[in-house]
């Protein structure tokens, strides 16, 4: 049995881990949502793009719906103060994410070209908003969240929607963006050929080398940010009191994690590196490697975040003492035991299932197994 500081640490990571699975498995087939009105011209085109993710885009969510989940049960605080301060970002995302379901299953049902138009480009809002608010929620948190918290631990937001798309946010949303329909473009660049993988791999360049120097900038401007420092002692097995330490903001203070281990740098390296090996390999048409890299480079962007956050998860710009940190805004001793045996069971036949029903499903998506199975394809 682990102690309670460890697993505190445990589930940082598994939380790192459910992120990155979401934004690998359920990002490819987001990002070829975004694509989907640009990539393919006509019906034909456009079905055959929606037919390599159509099977399977509903299973990819297990990671959407398990890191949500994990986060409500083992961060309970962060769930609670997230959802209230978010709360009009998150209905956008929901919003947003209602296009996926009835776009891919009723898109074909009805031969009718301003019917199937409009859910292709309910599609494109599916796949481009979340990931869009994403990274936008990402640029608040290290600029810090307007909340703060009343003697009975009721969080109170202070700020507004608008508030919330100021630049660095905006810019922090372009990365997202980015690197998710880059994402999404090198997998349909593997399933697809023709004339729609041409036009699906100069878009992913695109993507790629956008997410690169919108990272490097956000990079760059983070240095003179505020961030969060603790001051006080912490006790890493203590129960869970967000307003028992000391929390002081200053500039650079985001970086000090990089000063303290310089192995860290690995991870914006992979970020940066990853990308452009991506984009190497998609000129060179090695689709399968460039998704691998395209999947790296999202490890080390969202890795970055993490790394240059810790131990914070939400810091308060209005009551800075009252930052939820890993150590302070977790669920109890028991809670986070069970969680993570049930993760050390399940985790594994997710990972199992959905290589299975990749390798039964790989292969490229062509017009003529479209017009092949009319009634039955997507």
Do not use: C
């Not at 700020?159 to 919330?164: A, D, K, P, T």
């Amino acid at each position: 049995m682990f102690d309670y500081s460890t697993l505190k640490i445990i589930w940082w990571l598994l939380v790192g881990v459910l992120l990155v699975g979401f934004a690998i498995m359920d990002g490819h087939d987001m990002g070829v949502g975004t694509l989907l009105p640009f990539v393919g011209r006509n019906d034909l085109e456009r079905r055959v793009v929606i037919n390599t993710v159509g099977p399977h885009w509903d299973g990819n969510q297990v990671w959407f719906i398990t890191g949500g989940g994990a986060i409500f049960a083992a961060w309970p605080l962060v769930y609670a103060t997230a959802f209230s301060g978010f709360y009009w970002a998150m209905l956008v995302v929901l919003w947003a994410l209602f296009f996926r379901p009835v776009g891919f299953d009723y898109r074909s049902k009805i031969h009718n070209a301003a019917w199937r138009s409009t859910w292709d480009w309910g599609l494109f809002i599916g796949g481009s908003v979340p990931p869009l608010i994403f990274g936008v929620a990402f640029g608040n948190l290290l600029q810090g969240v307007p909340f703060q918290f009343d003697t009975y631990l009721i969080s109170t937001y202070t700020g507004s929607f608008w508030q919330l798309l100021n630049p660095f946010a905006l810019l922090a949303g372009v990365v997202s963006s980015a690197m998710i329909t880059m994402q999404g473009g090198a997998y349909l660049a593997h399933r697809t050929e023709g004339l729609i993988q041409d036009r699906t791999i100069k878009a992913a360049i695109g993507a790629a080398l956008l997410m690169v120097v919108a990272f490097a900038a956000a990079g760059v401007w983070l240095q003179s940010i505020e961030g969060y420092r603790i001051t006080s002692v912490i006790n890493a097995n203590a129960l869970p009191d967000p307003m028992s330490k000391v929390v002081v903001r200053e500039a650079g203070a985001w970086m000090a994690n990089y000063a303290r281990q310089p192995l860290l740098w690995s991870l914006p390296a992979l970020g940066i590196v990853g990308a452009l090996v991506a984009v190497l390999l998609l000129r060179l048409r090695w689709t399968l490697s460039a998704f691998v890299a395209s999947s790296l480079s999202l490890v080390g962007v969202i890795g970055t975040a993490g790394a240059s956050m810790f131990p914070f998860i939400m810091p308060s710009s209005s009551m800075p003492a009252a930052s939820l940190t890993v150590w302070d805004s977790v669920s109890s001793h028991l809670t986070l035991s069970i969680m993570f045996w049930a993760t050390m069971i399940f985790m594994p036949l997710i990972i199992f299932y959905t290589s299975w029903a990749y390798s039964v499903m790989r292969g490229k998506v062509t017009a003529a197994y479209i017009k092949e199975h009319e009634h039955a394809a997507y």
